[in-house]
C-alpha cells in the first residue's frame, strides 16, 4: 500500500509560479509511474502531468504543456510539479497519483493510489 501526501498549495498571483511536491511511502517508488491530477470545483478531475518510473518520460495536458515540468527524485520518494506563468483557469486541489506499473506508457487515467490534494488558488 502507497501512501501519498501532497504539499506546496497555496494562494499566487497571475503569472506567478508554484512546486507542489509529492512525497511516498509504503511502496517501491522507482517502480510506480506517476501522476498529478487537478479538480476544480464543480468540474471533473483532470490530468495534467505524468512521469515514467526511470523518469525518462513524461506527458502533459495540452493546457499546462510549455508551463508546468513534472520532474521526481527516486532517491527521496518525492515526484515535483513545477507550475509557472499561472493562470486564474489552473485553480484547483491538485492530487498525486501513483500506478504500479513499469512501462514507457504513461497513463492518464487508472491510477493505483491517490493522496488527498493540495489546493492551488491563483487570483487575477
Known amino acids: 500500500q502507497v501512501q501519498l501526501i501532497e504539499s506546496g498549495g497555496g494562494l499566487v498571483q497571475a503569472g506567478g509560479s508554484l512546486r507542489l511536491s509529492c512525497a511516498a511511502s509504503?511502496?517501491?517508488?522507482?517502480?510506480?509511474?506517476m501522476g498529478w491530477f487537478r479538480q476544480a470545483p464543480g468540474k471533473e478531475r483532470e490530468f495534467v502531468a505524468g512521469i515514467s518510473w526511470r523518469g525518462g518520460g513524461t506527458l502533459y495536458a495540452d493546457s499546462v504543456k510549455g508551463r508546468f515540468t513534472i520532474s521526481r527524485d527516486n532517491a527521496k520518494n518525492t515526484v515535483y510539479l513545477q507550475m509557472s506563468s499561472l493562470k486564474p483557469e489552473d485553480t484547483a486541489v491538485y492530487l498525486c497519483a501513483a500506478e504500479n506499473i513499469i512501462s514507457s506508457r504513461i497513463p492518464t487515467d487508472g491510477y493505483d493510489y491517490w493522496g488527498q490534494g493540495t489546493q492551488v488558488t491563483v487570483s487575477s
Open positions: 509504503g511502496g517501491r517508488f522507482s517502480s510506480y509511474t
